[in-house]
């Protein structure tokens, strides 16, 4: 199912995977996948002496210089195309709403609910099951598009359909439970409170928010991936050492299977009020060196010690209660225009939730700015935290050389700040190397790698 055409509160699953961590495939509503061509990556040196003059924007150009040709064209042109699916996505999400409002379908579905059961509280949920199912099937060929055969076009999975498919109906069944849960609870808001319905939607799914936010780790992201406990030895000691050093609650670190999926390098700290835990991705167990490793997850810890997950909570819910407000305008707006025609009675009506939808998808997609600073700025924090705390800016900087498998590495700045969400590959590397030249004196750092110059 797209993720727009979930809408509004469908969003908050999408939100709760981006605060919590877990795999891409989550993230992504459905499975991510792996290259099969490799960006050209060259080993540095393991150890030298930093002596001499040290320059971080000639070092950061040194390193993007690494990723050229056609592995440089292949993650520029998957990354714009996705500038793109932004805009088709709310697109195809307000043509199925359309599709639903037009041919009364979605007044059939509220007459179907409304002969099962008298009681309005109970047809809800039953309409609602029904709009879940329907539009997973309008939308279904734009998800195999998105996230099977265009992952596949640039190298991107790991999966056969089967196995893709299998991973889309799990992603349903948690959309789907979920969904129907905060749709009967906020509709059941609306008939208490018709003029102020937007403000306890708002605190509705706000309260699902941290819900997920608990949960996601220990009961979600299992359903996808196997976790286990890392191997016994070095690494695990000094990642340990690391969370103990940052007053992280955790006596353990996890390791997920996500290479069955994608070759995509990924770690977390996830969880909240006792659920947390460190977890990092077999790809970057596999790929990355111990110098990655530490520093990806110095990175990760910074976002639980800087208490990402509560400043991301208050942030976003300022959006979605914008998001609520503008959403109840613009269905009052569009249904005193189309109401009769639609069949559309009030704003408690559950035949209304395409307008919903549409209005929430339009919202999002103007708000993408917004939103992508929110955890631009986090990621940009957590980074210079995580090299504060791990002491590996070339480990860093290695670590983003592998994610421009999938991320443009050197942007313009408008559309870095228009469309992403994460720091580009060059201002995370050169924040490295402005790093790592204000400590060339220390003792780790003149024993640690070279950087490229």
């Not at 709760?16 to 792996?34: D, E, I, K, R």
């Not at 009020?273 to 997850?297: H, K």
């Not at 005193?336 to 929430?360: E, H, T």
Request: charged share 15%; glycine share 8%; with cysteine.
């Amino acid at each position: 199912m797209s993720r727009y055409a979930m809408g509004l509160c469908a969003a908050l699953l999408v939100l709760v995977f981006s605060l919590t961590g877990p795999s891409a495939a989550l993230a992504q509503g459905g499975p991510a996948a792996a290259p099969t061509t490799s960006v050209d990556v060259h080993p540095l040196p393991p150890t030298a002496s930093a002596t001499v003059a040290f320059d971080p924007e000639k070092a950061t150009n040194a390193y993007l210089a690494r990723v050229s040709g056609e592995a440089r064209q292949k993650s520029d042109s998957y990354f714009e195309g996705g500038y793109w699916l932004i805009l088709w996505d709310t697109i195809y999400a307000i043509a199925v709403s359309a599709i639903l409002l037009f041919t009364r379908f979605s007044a059939r579905m509220r007459k179907i609910a409304e002969g099962i059961t008298r009681s309005r509280f109970w047809q809800v949920p039953i309409y609602v099951m029904q709009y879940v199912v329907v539009t997973a099937v309008l939308t279904l060929p734009m998800t195999i598009y998105e996230n099977f055969l265009r992952e596949h076009q640039y190298g991107l999975s790991n999966q056969n359909f089967m196995q893709w498919l299998g991973d889309f109906g799990i992603i349903f069944a948690v959309n789907f439970i979920v969904f129907t849960l905060i749709g009967t609870i906020v509709y059941a808001a609306i008939r208490g409170s018709k003029r102020y319905w937007w403000v306890w939607g708002t605190a509705i799914t706000m309260v699902f928010l941290v819900i997920g936010v608990m949960v996601a780790p220990v009961f979600i992201a299992p359903l996808l991936n196997h976790y286990k406990p890392l191997r016994e030895g070095t690494l695990k000691q000094s990642i340990l050492s690391l969370a103990r050093s940052e007053g992280i609650p955790v006596d353990n670190v996890y390791e997920f299977d996500a290479s069955k999926q994608t070759k995509r390098m990924s770690a977390n700290v996830s969880g909240l009020l006792g659920t947390t835990r460190i977890s990092m991705n077999d790809n970057l167990l596999n790929r990355g060196s111990d110098r990655e490793i530490l520093a990806v997850l110095g990175h990760e810890m910074g976002h639980y010690v800087l208490d990402h997950v509560t400043t991301g909570i208050t942030l976003f819910g300022i959006v979605i209660l914008v998001g609520f407000a503008f959403t109840a305008w613009g269905f009052g707006f569009l249904t005193d225009l189309f109401g009769g025609v639609w069949d559309v009675r009030s704003v408690d009506d559950p035949a209304g939730l395409p307008v919903l939808m549409a209005v929430g998808s339009f919202f999002f997609l103007i708000a993408t700015p917004i939103t992508n600073t929110i955890t631009r700025s986090q990621e940009a924090q957590a980074d210079i935290f995580g090299v504060n705390a791990a002491r590996q800016p070339d480990g860093f900087a290695q670590a983003a050389l592998h994610l421009s498998e999938y991320r443009k590495l050197d942007p313009s700045p408008l559309e870095e700040f228009v469309f992403f969400d994460h720091p580009s590959g060059r201002n995370r590397i050169h924040m490295m190397m402005v790093w790592k030249k204000e400590h060339l004196s220390d003792a780790d750092i003149k024993a640690g790698p070279v950087s490229p110059q």
